[in-house]
Structures are given as C-alpha cells and as structure tokens.
C-alpha cells in the first residue's frame, strides 16, 4: 500500500509572495504580470516571470522559466518532490511540462476563467491517460494575485487611449 503524502502548506503563502514579487518583474518590463517559484526542500530552486514579449519567445511563460531555471540548478530534467507556486493558474502548455518534470504539486493564485487548465476549464493533472499525477491547489493569495493582473490591463488600456 501506498504511504499517503504529507503536505506542508506553512509556507504556501510565504512562496506565493515571492511569485508575485517575481510577477511585478514582468510588470516592470511591460511583460503580463505572472511569476512563478519552484521550491525543493523548502528552498527556492527556480523562479520567473512572464516574458514572451523581451525574450521573442511565446513559451516563455513564468513556470516555463521557472521549471527551467530550476532543471538546471539541479542539474535534472526531472524534479521530483518540488512544488511550483504560480500567480495564475496554468495553461495547458505549462500544464504538458508540469507534467513532464515530474512536478509534485502546484499551488496557483489566481484562477484563469479563460485559459486556465487545472481547474477552471478541465483538469488536466486528473486525466488517465498522464504518467504522472500532480497534485494541485488553487487561491492562494488569489485577491492579490488577481489585483495585479487587473491593475496592469487597466494601466495598459488606459495608456492606450
């Protein structure tokens, strides 16, 4: 029988802060203000933000970076036993290499009604047919999460009139 995994959710808020601090990067940079951190033991291994737009990339999304950033601190395509902390619940892209890393858990901030794809349009970690189940809770810090996102998109639609 399969020992149940404990969670530590002590610091769940203490990490999402430093997503969202990673998140006001990208906003400093004219980038979607999403940020993301990988965490290992407690320890952040990996961190970014949104930047499509500076790096000419659109698979340059916060947990894109992130999970790579993280990869190669440890030296692994694989991270077993991290947990990612997002501002902005996950597209399916992210979703795919979330999977493929071997992501234990991922903590999200603000639900994504359009594109989300952990909760708010399907649930892709629950599908059968993936090899790797990742565990996934929403909302935390999502008001201010959300707050950020909603006060770029006023400040860019008002320069734009």
Known sequence: MKKPRIIDRSRDEHFMQLALEQARLGAEQGEVPVGAVVVVDGEVVGQGYNCPIGRHDPSAHAEMVAIRNAAAALRNYRLPGSTLYVTLEPCSMCAGLI???????????????????????????????????????????????????????????????
């Open 99 to 161: 999977v493929h890393s071997r992501i234990e858990r991922v903590v999200f901030g603000a639900s994504e009604p359009r594109a989300g794809v952990v909760a708010s349009r399907g649930r892709f970690f629950e599908e059968a047919f993936l090899n790797h189940r990742v565990l996934a809770e929403g909302g935390v810090l999502g008001e201010a999460c959300s707050a950020l996102l909603v006060e770029f998109f006023r400040q860019r639609r008002g320069a734009a009139l």
